[in-house]
Structures are given as structure tokens and as C-alpha cells.
């Protein structure tokens, strides 16, 4: 792993200032009111958050995987709602550098940079998640050349508040192998509005953690798009909506990991902060052996998933193939994050029990990176797969 760069060092000094400042100390409020942190996100776009990897042609800072994990970790860390926020619009807006049209990255990338137009991606429906390949979502095409999309989504972070969503449909229910079917949408919507000429946001889902960024379905009913909204055009992204979303999951993957790194970083902290101001039995809690441990095997973990994540997006960066390596990043540092918020939370006693402790968020929000694209459980599927692949007899 390479060292990080200066350019790299000061980004993440001003994240790391800025989550310090104006995350964490406002976190508790939003997360207690599960309520959008609006001016957290007002002062994001003055940094230029939502463009860090969009390419200065297009009003980004056209900055690397790696770099941008080492922001989402400063932001994690802080609060994973805000890298919530971030995340589904990074995937977007890769989705369109990768496969979108000439037009398409000039309409929407440079509103994209500026924070001023947010993206969501929307794959997951009620009855499947894991199994991408059994949504149900339509988009038949009319005699006219436009589609209509009929279905329902779930899970969508950010579905209300943002103004573009990706969304995997089926254009050829009867297609085999079922993937060539699949087809990604770029749609339109007003952000904040319930309804949209055939598009409803239900009210968001309520949720054991991970408040304030809003997760909602998406209803279907007769929503048109033109042709050209089909990511990548219809000549040449017809079909190809699977492998468009399962290469962009691929970077979400590493950007889950760094949002377990940041999670845990944080309960490590909390850790020894509390760890040695606490005493039992006439000493800190910190010199006693069995919490020092602890707070070691945290600080190993914490570490482990920082160097495997910070891999996974150099090899990236560097062109070369990291589909196992962005695997086992993200089941890694996901688990991680949930251990070392566990032991932090032991370390708490009663306290950590208590909503006037930080880690009592976190006990909440650090279950879902276990979930979000991609399962332990899927993600143990694929880096098999993978090493059978690269390992064939
Ligand atoms: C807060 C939140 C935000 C989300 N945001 C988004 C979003 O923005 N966009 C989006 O598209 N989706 C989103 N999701 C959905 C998420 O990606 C899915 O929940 C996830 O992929 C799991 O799918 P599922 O919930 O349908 O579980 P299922 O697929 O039904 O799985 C249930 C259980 O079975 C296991 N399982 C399934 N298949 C196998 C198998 N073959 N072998 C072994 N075990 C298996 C799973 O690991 C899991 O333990 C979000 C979810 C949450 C909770």
C-alpha cells in the first residue's frame, strides 16, 4: 500500500476537521429527530464532497477511489448517515462516467458536482435483494419509442430527497440467462416531491438506525421515460443494466469498507476516551487486562480493514483487477466495524446503554454496512467464486 500523498494528508485533515466541527456534535440531534441534516449537507457542497470523484471537466475535483475512501472514512466516522448521502450519489455518478452517453454525463455530471442534483440507485425490491436477477420492475417499450416502467422498489436511501435515480428494470422478462434482460433507467424526479407523473415515494421507512438520511420505496405506476434515458443509450446500454450495476456495486463495495473503517475508528476512540476515565475497583477500567485487550483487538481490526480497503481501491486506481480484493475488503471492514462497536459498547457498562452516549448510534447504525450491497453472506459467495476463478485446476 502506498504511502498517502500530501494532497491526500490535507483532504483528509479538512474532512477529518470538518466531521470533528460540525458532524459529530450535531449528530445525535438529527439521529434522535431522524431528520435530514440539511445544513450539514449546504456546507458538503461549499466542500466540494459530492464532486470528489468527477472529473474537473465537468466541475468535480477528479480525485481517486483511494482518495475518496479516505474521505468516506473521515465521514463515517463522523456519522455514516452523511456518507450515506454521499455514497448513493458516488455510484451514480460513476455509473454515468463509466457507461453513460456523451449527452447524458454533459446534463447531468456537472449538476452532480456541485451537490446541487443528488443521485439514488435503486435495485433492491420487496421480495428480493440478494437475488438481483428476480426483480419484478418492468419497462416495456411503446410505439411511440418511449418506455413505461411499472413496478415497486425498496430500500432506496435517498429516495425522496434526491433528483435522479438508477434504476435496474427487466425490458425482456423472458430473457436467458435472465441478466441480458436487465436494463438501467436513469429517472428523473423533483426532490422532495411524493408524487411525479407516475413515480410515488411512499413515506420513508422507519428504521433501527441509520437516521436522518431518509430510505424509501419507489412505486411505479406508469412512469415514462424516453429512449434516450437508458443509461449508456438504448443502441449500446439495451441489456446491459446487470452488468452495468454489478461493476458499479463492485466500487460501492470498497466505499462500504471504508464506511466500516470509519465506524470502527470511531468506537475505538470512544473506547479509550471512556476506558480511561471510568474506574472500578480502584483503578481506570483501561488498566485492566481484559480491556486492554479489547481496546487491542479493536485497535488490530480497526487497522487490518483500513490497509484492506486502501488496497482494494489502489489496485483499482491502478487499473487492475480488484473484484477479490474489493470482496473481501467490504466483508472485512463491515464485521469489523460491528465488532469493534460491540466491544466499545461492552467497554461503556451501563452507559453505553444509555442515548446520552455516542455509542449508542452506533450500536444502531453499524448492522447495516453487514447488509448494504451486498451481505456477508453474498459477499462470502462472490470472493469464493473469485478465488475459484483465479485458482482454477
Ligand atoms: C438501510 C438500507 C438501505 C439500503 N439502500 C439500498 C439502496 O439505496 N438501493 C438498493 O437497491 N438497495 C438498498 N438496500 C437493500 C439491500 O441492498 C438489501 O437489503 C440487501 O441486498 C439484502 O437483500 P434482502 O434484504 O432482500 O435480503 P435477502 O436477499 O432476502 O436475504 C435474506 C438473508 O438470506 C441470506 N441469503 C440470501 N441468498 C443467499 C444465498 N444464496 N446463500 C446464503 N445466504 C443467502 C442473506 O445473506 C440474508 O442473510 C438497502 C437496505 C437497507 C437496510
Redesign the pocket.
Known amino acids: 500500500m502506498a504511502v498517502a500523498t500530501d494532497e491526500q494528508k490535507a483532504i483528509c485533515e479538512m474532512v477529518r476537521q470538518f466531521a470533528d466541527e460540525q458532524i459529530i456534535p450535531s449528530a445525535e440531534h438529527y439521529d434522535h429527530e431522524d431528520s435530514f441534516p440539511e445544513p450539514i449537507v449546504e456546507q458538503m457542497k461549499e466542500l466540494g464532497l459530492f464532486g470528489v470523484t468527477i472529473p474537473e471537466e465537468y466541475g468535480g475535483m477528479g480525485l481517486d477511489l483511494t482518495t475518496y475512501a479516505m474521505i468516506v472514512e473521515e465521514l463515517s466516522r463522523g456519522w455514516i448517515s452523511i456518507s450515506?448521502i454521499v455514497?448513493?450519489h458516488f455510484i451514480g455518478s460513476y455509473l454515468l462516467m463509466k457507461f453513460g452517453t456523451e449527452e447524458q454525463k454533459d446534463h447531468y455530471l456537472p449538476k452532480m458536482a456541485s451537490g446541487q442534483l443528488r443521485a439514488?440507485?435503486?435495485?433492491?425490491?420487496p421480495?428480493?435483494?440478494?437475488?438481483?436477477q428476480a426483480i419484478k420492475t418492468t419497462a416495456r417499450r411503446l410505439d411511440d419509442g418511449d418506455y413505461e416502467i411499472n413496478g415497486q422498489?425498496?430500500?432506496?436511501?435517498?429516495?425522496l430527497l434526491s433528483g435522479v435515480v438508477f434504476v435496474?428494470t427487466k425490458t425482456d422478462p423472458s430473457a436467458d440467462p435472465k441478466y441480458k434482460g436487465m436494463t438501467c433507467f436513469i429517472c428523473d424526479k423533483e426532490p422532495g416531491a411524493a408524487e411525479n407523473d407516475g413515480l410515488t415515494v411512499p413515506p420513508k421507512?422507519k428504521?433501527l438506525g441509520?437516521k436522518g438520511v431518509e430510505?424509501t420505496e419507489l412505486v411505479f405506476d406508469g412512469y415514462r421515460r424516453p429512449a434516450e434515458s437508458i443509461l449508456g443509450g438504448e443502441q449500446h446500454g439495451l441489456g446491459q443494466g446487470f452488468v452495468q450495476m454489478m461493476d458499479a456495486l463492485e466500487v460501492g463495495r470498497v466505499n462500504v469498507a471504508a464506511r466500516g473503517v470509519g465506524i470502527a475508528q470511531r468506537a475505538l476512540e470512544l473506547a479509550l476516551k471512556y476506558s480511561q476515565e471510568r474506574k472500578a475497583f480502584g483503578k481506570q477500567i483501561a488498566q485492566h487486562q481484559a480491556i486492554q485487550f479489547k481496546l487491542a483487538d479493536m485497535a488490530t481490526q480497526v487497522d487490518a480493514a483500513r490497509l484492506m480497503t486502501l488496497r482494494a481501491a489502489e489496485l483499482k486506481d491502478a487499473g487492475e483487477r480488484s473484484d477479490l480484493e474489493a470482496g473481501m475488503a467490504k466483508l472485512f471492514a463491515s464485521e469489523a466495524g460491528r465488532f469493534c462497536v460491540e466491544e466499545s459498547f461492552r467497554i461503556h457498562g451501563g452507559y453505553g446503554y444509555s442515548k446520552e452516549y455516542e455509542i449508542e448510534r452506533l450500536y444502531r447504525d453499524a448492522p447495516?454496512l453487514l447488509?448494504?450491497?451486498?451481505?456477508?453472506?453474498?459477499q462470502?459467495?462472490v470472493i469464493g467464486r473469485k478465488l475459484l476463478q483465479r485458482h482454477k485446476l
Not at 120 to 125: D, I, Q, R, V
Not at 153 to 159: A, L
Not at 371 to 378: A, F, H, L, N, P
Open positions: 450515506g455514497n448513493t439514488a440507485f435503486s435495485l433492491s425490491e421480495e428480493c435483494g440478494s437475488d438481483v422498489k425498496m430500500w432506496v436511501t435517498n429516495g435496474l421507512i428504521k441509520y430510505s447495516l447488509i448494504g450491497e451486498g451481505t456477508s453472506e453474498i462470502r459467495m
